[in-house]
């Protein structure tokens, strides 16, 4: 047995006005500086007011969000009494509002102890609803939280499939100005999601049709959106792609690219998409001679090359690399600008991290210790994979 | 020689398997904890059966059935039908996933567990080597 989690789902142009139908007391909004200042708070805090609901704001949760950030928003929510939890942003926001969320629902749990195993009851105080703000994470569907340890420098994997949304939002209109290098970074998250989602040893009948829509979708609009950002058509589409994209993950797992990507952002701080879409080629070059990652039937669906897995795996690693190049996305660890010297010493810690990350194991091919250390030196190098 | 699940001659088999496995040693070498599994009363079996085992860096250091529940404090708890260890024994469930499905359930600090995913599916590799005998 196994489950398919959704939220009501609202997508589309306008899709924000649904914001004026919703029936409660009190609203609050989590959120970062950046969603005030382009006015994206006013625009839901005036329709939720609209609805005659009172509203308060957390505008300070910050990239990659902490532990002791969701503890504050969490009080400030104990305060406020809401009874809908609005997150408005980027993958951060979202699961900061996830979290706090959790921890208002139940003050006896703390962030770092939240788990899909346990049990929280949740939805006797208020409900959540989310707008993404970039088309990636795909947050707004997913029950993932992930916060850091900041003292740890490690990125913690969260959550509990009580945590997916009520209601998510998913609305161009808060997308039509994202800059092209966040258009990029997050349309390669989503991407990334996409792939593993289809050939994680989770994958289920339920997610391969939305893994593969996904896919197809971005590689037909990425490029598309960060050319020409007011481009709506592609836009939407991208917009779309990622919740699709985030449904197919949250409803099987993740693979080897976000270990690794993990691993690199936590250590070297690189955004989320950047760091897991820097290893998406060379992690589907590594798992084809398992020959249980289901290649040739992504490339089949996108009319590439697809006689045998192996040959289909790189017509796909060729195809994610084109795509990197048209959206100017960095194809290596040494292009991030790193300095080798800096990537040695840290070597250790990067293999430590990844091995132990939770979504190691589903990978279809799973690398030992050695196999770990070499990926990231193939990666830091930019050289295809050979072993 | 094939060991009747559950039982004391079944749990010293993984213990072995386990001790015998390089993968297990790796991906377990910074996990430590041990365990009582439960396999619930049902089916076959007409009464709970409680085994002990102790896991140490990538070792079984001890396992045995326990006659005595009181005789331990381990730091993980988990229990399950006798239908679903079957599945896990044999490597049709992923614990894990019985886990978040609750059929599987545990008691014990589960963000250690969730630390150490390539070692449960070790385990559970060895577990599938163990020559078993299920009772009818």
């Known amino acids: 047995m196994w489950y398919f989690d959704s939220p009501h789902i609202v997508y589309g142009e306008d899709a924000r006005c649904v914001l004026e139908t919703v029936e409660g007391r009190r609203a609050f909004i989590v959120t970062d500086p950046t969603m005030v200042r382009l006015g994206f708070v006013d625009e839901v805090r005036r329709r939720l007011e609209s609805a005659g609901l009172e509203v308060a704001v957390f505008s300070e949760v910050e990239p990659e969000p902490s532990l002791q950030t969701a503890v504050r928003g969490a009080e400030a929510m ?47 105080k208020a409900r959540l609803i989310t707008i993404p ?17 900041t ?27 994202m800059p092209a290098r966040l258009t990029a970074d ?37 490029p ?3 050319r020409d950002g007011k481009d709506m058509e592609a836009r939407e589409h991208m ?8 449904l197919a993950c949250s409803n099987s797992l993740f693979a080897l690219a976000h270990s690794l990507g993990h691993s690199l952002g936590a250590l070297f701080h690189i955004p989320h998409g950047r ?32 006689d045998d897995e192996e040959t289909a ?6 195809r994610v690399r084109q795509l990197m190049h048209e959206i100017d996305q960095p194809q290596s660890i040494a292009a991030l600008g790193i300095a080798r010297a800096d990537f040695d010493a840290q070597l250790e810690a990067l293999v430590d991290r990844a091995e132990s990350d939770s979504q190691t194991v589903t990978s279809p091919r799973v690398p030992d210790r050695g196999e770990f250390a070499r990926l990231f030196v193939y990666a830091y190098e930019g050289r295809p994979i050979d072993f | 020689m094939a060991h009747r699940f559950p039982s004391d001659a079944w749990i010293k088999a993984l213990c072995a398997e386990l001790n015998a496995s390089e993968a297990y040693a790796n991906a377990a070498k910074n996990w430590e904890g041990d365990f009582y599994f439960i396999v619930e009363a049902g089916g076959p079996l007409e009464k709970d059966v409680w085994l002990y085992m102790d896991l140490w860096h990538g070792k079984c250091r001890e396992a045995f059935e326990v006659t005595d529940p009181a005789s331990k404090s381990p730091e993980f708890v988990m229990s399950a039908s006798y239908e679903d260890w079957k599945k896990v024994v044999l490597g049709e469930l992923d614990p894990i996933k019985g886990l978040i499905s609750r059929r599987l359930k545990l008691k014990g600090n589960m963000n250690k567990i969730m630390r150490a995913p390539q070692a449960a599916k070790e385990l559970v590799a060895c577990c599938t080597k163990v020559e078993t005998e299920f009772p009818a």
């Not at chain 1, 009494?81 to 706090?100: H, Q």
């Not at chain 1, 740890?152 to 998913?170: F, N, P, S």
């Not at chain 1, 795996?313 to 060729?318: G, P, R």
């Open chain 1, 133 to 149: 703000t970039t088309s990636g994470t795909g947050s707004e569907v997913t029950w993932a939280i992930v916060l850091t340890d």
């Open chain 1, 275 to 306: 760091a897991v879409g820097l290893f998406l080629p060379y992690t589907i070059e590594y798992s084809a001679p398992s020959g249980a990652a289901r290649y040739a039937d992504i490339a089949r669906f996108l009319g590439l090359p697809a």
């Open chain 1, 186 to 222: 997050t349309g390669m998250d989503a991407l990334t999601h996409a792939f593993e989602a289809y050939v994680n040893t989770w994958h289920n009948d339920f997610s391969d049709g939305l893994a593969l829509q996904a896919i197809k979708l971005i590689f037909t609009y990425l």
């Open chain 1, 313 to 318: 795996a790189w017509a796909l690693s060729a």
């Open chain 1, 151 to 177: 003292a740890e420098q490690r990125k913690l994997g969260l959550g509990t499939r009580e945590c997916v949304a009520d209601i998510a939002i998913v609305d161009p209109y808060f997308v039509q100005g």
């Open chain 1, 78 to 124: 104990r305060a406020f009494e809401p009874d809908w939890i609005v997150g408005l942003g980027g993958g951060s926001c979202l699961d900061a509002a996830k979290a706090m969320w959790i921890m208002y629902e139940r003050p006896d749990v703390t962030p770092d102890s939240i788990n899909p195993f346990d049990t929280y009851h949740l939805r006797q």
């Open chain 1, 224 to 226: 598309r959106a960060y």
């Open chain 1, 239 to 246: 917009h779309n792609a990622a919740t699709i994209a985030g």
